[in-house]
């Protein structure tokens, strides 16, 4: 029988982060035992996994774990609650380096590196077909300001006078962001602000591991442009719709190559780290609390 510091519930009530949950779900159970919960039990002794802690309605439990996956260090600002929250947490994990520092600028302790790379298992069920059958010919998913508005519309020109199709959204999930996914063949990656930027790696994975080209902005995150080198293409926000137009004129055959290669080349990178990913755990497993 498991110890009782070895049950952990997993908090799965956001659509945002279900694919995630998932795959965090498939990797913790091989180290504890992990419970899928919808809700929480403010009076359970047992210690919650939390992703989604800013958005949360309901009385947190006394005990509970954070895994962070927002973007601390930006022009927008941070609520009091939501920093609370990570203050009363037992741990907390972040897919990021340069949240943490800004974390521990603050004087928060008990947080640990727990960069998003970790799975190949994202590779939904969707079907890839050949990029001749491709319906949609860009794809851009996430929040609409003026910043990505200005960026995008040299594409949406581009577009335009070549009748591609474009699709874009800030709400787009489960099987909608499948059946996106299955017929787009560039997904584009911008950056909501200016400065103190980490890429979304939560949607550019996914998009590599379904065959979709991915064209992005650099970050300041320095560990996840170096993993990214080989797998995207990096541009400035004044060469997007270049960039764009030069993949668009290279033949299917060369696109199909180059996918293939990226997508391949990503799985490669994962499976190695998940060889070690046990070094990840090591906080918890030594908590006794």
């Not at 998003?116 to 069920?125: K, L």
Request: hydrophobic share 35%; glycine share 2%; charged share 25%.
């Amino acid at each position: 029988m498991e110890s009782e510091k070895k049950i952990f519930y997993l908090l799965d009530n956001s659509i945002y982060f279900s694919s995630i949950i998932n795959e965090l779900y498939i990797e913790l159970s091989n180290f504890f035992t992990i419970k899928k919960v919808d809700s929480i039990n403010s009076k359970t002794k047992k210690t919650y996994i939390i992703l989604n802690i800013k958005d949360i309605q309901e009385e947190l439990p006394k005990k509970y774990i954070v895994y962070n996956f927002e973007q601390l260090c930006t022009e927008t600002p941070i609520s009091e609650l939501f920093l609370t929250r990570l203050l009363n947490a037992k741990m907390i994990f972040d897919y990021s380096k340069l949240n943490i520092d800004f974390l521990k600028n603050k004087g928060y302790n008990n947080i640990y590196w727990f960069p998003y790379s970790w799975y190949y298992r994202m590779r939904h069920s969707c079907k890839i077909p050949k990029v001749n059958n491709r319906l949609n010919k860009i794809l851009f998913i996430g929040s609409i300001n003026k910043r990505r508005v200005d960026i995008l519309r040299p594409v949406h020109h581009l577009c335009k006078i070549n009748s591609y199709n474009m699709f874009i959204s800030n709400s787009c999930w489960g099987s909608d962001w499948e059946d996106k996914c299955s017929i787009s063949l560039i997904a584009i990656n911008i950056h909501y602000s200016e400065t103190n930027t980490i890429l979304e790696v939560h949607r550019i994975f996914p998009y590599i591991l379904n065959k979709i080209w991915v064209i992005t902005e650099r970050s300041d995150d320095k560990y996840y442009d170096d993993l990214l080198q080989n797998l995207v293409s990096f541009t400035d926000k004044d060469g997007l719709a270049d960039t764009v137009n030069n993949i668009c004129l290279l033949t299917d055959k060369e696109i199909e190559d180059e996918l293939t290669k990226r997508q391949h080349l990503l799985i490669s990178t994962i499976e190695s780290f998940n060889n070690n990913i046990n070094k990840f755990f090591t906080p918890i497993l030594a908590d006794d609390k």
